[in-house]
């Protein structure tokens, strides 16, 4: 069975079941949007068809001549005959979704002053004033940071890999999802395929996009942050890391 869909005077597809079926239980189709399929004279609401849940179960559709999706189209309105666009998610909205997904890794720095006792906070802060005096040189700046690391308790440390942990669960669950980071949620946009603008895999959309990224990014800096977003001017977009795992971001 082959599933056409329409929303806002955009038509797409053809769907199969499972697939329909599977962009309702992620909310990626909405009951709202018109479906047509093999043995229904006109378009309509997929809430009618399903009675309101997220799952279609159609009935076998009796054989007899039906019009394609076209004709349907212009015997009932004119609105459903353009082909299906996805919009490009603007520079500032990729901008703002990135500083309110790293403004979540802000706690980790935070952690371990709730570790800290009086005098280890004294010692931090004489630390700090070390390391900001002008004159310091390289070999003691390193010296100091080191003293640094090693003035951060186990409990501390453990603290924040449990954290960073935890948040790379929450990340990976919600870009599987919808192909949105919590960042990109609160901004409306999405990853998708660049060929096909549809979600993508967890494989390309986290793992390639974010954490193989974010490797390098720390092995590479800043000549990977500069060419990332330099590319990001191009005409679809593209940023290096969406290249890398073949997407590209949307406004949803």
Known sequence: MQIYLAR?????????????????????VLLTDLVWHQGM??????????QG?????????????????????????TQFNAKPETNLAAFHSRALA????????????????????????????DIQKQLQTAEIASTQATELQQQLFLLIPTEAWLSMLLYVIVMLMIQAFFIAKSGQSLGKKMTNI????????????????????????????VLFMPFITIVDYVLALNKNRQTLHDKLAKTKVIQK
């Open 190 to 217: 999405q990853i998708v395929d660049v060929e096909s603008n549809q979600p993508t895999t967890t494989i390309r959309a986290f793992w390639l996009r974010s954490v193989l990224f974010i490797v390098l990014n």
């Open 98 to 125: 990135k500083i309110l997904d790293l403004s979540l890794w802000l706690p980790v720095a935070a952690i371990p002053s709730f570790f800290f006792n009086e005098s280890q906070y004294k010692a931090l802060f």
């Open 8 to 28: 806002n005077n955009q038509q797409a597809g053809p769907y199969s079941l499972e697939q329909l079926n599977q962009m309702l239980a992620s909310q990626q």
């Open 53 to 77: 849940k997220l799952l279609y179960q159609p009935a076998l559709a009796p054989v007899f001549d039906t019009v394609e999706p076209a004709a349907v189209q212009q015997s009932n309105s």
């Open 41 to 50: 004279a006109e378009w309509k609401t997929l809430g009618e068809l399903t």
